[in-house]
């Protein structure tokens, strides 16, 4: 029986180092995405087979301010209920360009979906906070990547408290990304 091909997909733009690292072309329509909106993510993952067949719609560009307080607009897209922040780009029309391609070479691939605990982008009281990760660990192939050790979760996450230095707490930036991408590295090279 052969190995099955998965597309790596995750609530921010992470995804690009991991294709990177592995030398792999863009298969995932999301690369370079954000989801803002923890629960969105979650129904997101859950009924990815019917938001995958779902025809792209925009809003007005957003505006954002990046690293040295550069301002510019970037689209936000919309399959069926599900809000899709693209920061990376700068027009709608680019990005819908990218998005066919990718999708065309996405068909035949089974998605595997990684969730970065700090990566939860709103608050949530920790029954909430738990409910969501538990619900996103029934989904098939999913990985939740966690900054703390929780033991239900242990054969559903990944923790590296070496990768972690110790005590310190990434922040996110170059240091976090190299760490998850190296954390959903180790995990595909088990698949």
Not at 9 to 31: A, E, S
Not at 156 to 166: A, I, Q, V, Y
Not at 177 to 182: H, P, S, T
């Amino acid at each position: 029986m052969s190995k099955p091909n998965f597309s790596y997909i995750t609530n921010n733009c992470i995804t690009v180092f991991v294709y990177k690292r592995l030398k792999k072309p863009y298969d995932n329509p999301f690369v370079g995405s954000l989801f803002q909106n923890d629960e969105q993510f979650l129904k997101f993952c859950r009924q990815y087979n019917y938001y995958i067949k779902q025809i792209p719609r925009f809003s007005k560009p957003l505006q954002a301010t990046f690293k040295h307080h550069r301002i510019r607009n970037y689209p936000v897209m919309f399959l069926d209920d599900i809000e899709i922040h693209w920061i990376h780009e700068k027009s709608p029309t680019k990005l819908i360009d990218k998005y066919k391609r990718r999708l065309i070479r996405n068909k035949g691939l089974l998605p595997f979906f990684f969730w970065s605990d700090s990566q939860l982008y709103q608050f949530h009281p920790p029954e909430e906070r738990e409910r969501i990760i538990a619900s996103f660990l029934e989904i098939p192939h999913s990985v939740y990547f966690r900054m703390e050790e929780i033991p239900k979760w242990k054969r559903l996450s990944m923790h590296n408290r070496e990768d972690l230095g110790g005590i310190q707490r990434l922040r996110w930036g170059r240091n976090y990304q190299k760490f998850v991408a190296n954390l959903m590295l180790k995990k595909i090279s088990v698949l």
